[in-house]
């Protein structure tokens, strides 16, 4: 069972930025991709960008050109720096292990606490 404890989020407002962090411990196999998912009140989780050990990175549509993913491979840490926040992107940001496979990040089902981000207009 990986333990995943993410940290960094407050209160913004519009405009603004944050960055977020996620630490990842306990793992009994490599971790080759981190991701982080977000879920806002009465939605289902979505993803927002995950990062391969190699650095393939992949960012959902919304996020794209505001927010940038990194990982730290020897500390298996994965950020998120997010600029130009909207308050749709108030949520509860979760950090997540998985696997890049053609391309794409696929989560495992090991998920953080989360912590809640929340843009004022």
């Known amino acids: 069972q990986v333990q995943l404890v993410e940290s960094g989020g407050g209160l913004v407002q519009a405009g603004g930025s944050l960055s977020l962090s996620c630490a990842a411990s306990?793992?009994?196999?490599?971790?080759?991709?981190m991701g982080w998912y977000r879920q806002a009140p009465g939605n289902q989780r979505e993803s927002v960008a995950a990062?391969?050990?190699?650095?393939?990175?992949n960012y959902a549509d919304s996020v794209k050109d505001r927010f940038t993913i990194s990982m730290d491979n020897a500390k298996n840490m994965v950020y998120l720096q997010m600029n130009s926040l909207k308050p749709e992107d108030t949520a509860v940001y979760y950090c997540?292990?998985?696997?890049?496979?053609?391309?794409?990040?696929?989560?495992?089902?090991?998920w953080g606490q989360g912590t809640l981000v929340t843009v004022s207009s």
């Open positions: 997540n292990v998985g696997y890049f496979t053609g391309g794409k990040y696929r989560a495992l089902n090991q």
């Open positions: 990062i391969s050990r190699g650095g393939i990175t």
């Open positions: 306990g793992s009994t196999f490599p971790i080759t991709a």
